[in-house]
Nanobody, 117 residues
Framework: QVQLVESGGGLVQAGGSLRLSCAAS????????RGWYRQAPGKQRELVAR???????DYVNSVKGRFTISRDNAKNTVYLQMNMLKPEDTAVYYC???????????WGQGTLVTVSS
């Protein structure tokens, strides 16, 4: 059974930085897509960034140039480095993995990021 555990959220002032981590336990297979989503109060959950096992990366336009997603396959961990944070980045951030071989998606429990102005 795959489980995802996030860490690194918190309170930061606008312009500051945070790094989120998501460690996976269990067999996540070699072909997968790891990603970060976020959900702000009253809004739908949206994709922030994702990284494919082949190395391709996607970002939502609003974070391009400020956020960087990376993965350490040896540690089964994915990271989201968030720089130049804005109040509109305030949300619960969820780690996600899609296991292509078994057509399965798993979500983390979420970590709150609050950016004060």
């Amino acid at each position: 059974q795959v489980q995802l555990v996030e860490s690194g959220g918190g309170l930061v002032q606008a312009g500051g930085s945070l790094r989120l981590s998501c460690a996976a336990s269990g067999n996540i297979f070699s072909m997968n897509v790891r990603g970060w989503y976020r959900q702000a109060p009253g809004k739908q959950r949206e994709l922030v960034a994702r990284i494919f096992s082949g190395g391709s990366i996607d970002y939502v336009n609003s974070v391009k140039g400020r956020f960087t997603i990376s993965r350490d396959n040896a540690k089964n961990t994915v990271y989201l480095q968030m720089n130049m944070l804005k109040p509109e980045d305030t949300a619960v951030y969820y780690c996600h993995v899609r296991l292509i071989a078994v057509n399965l998606e798993v979500w983390g429990q979420g970590t709150l990021v609050t950016v004060s102005s």
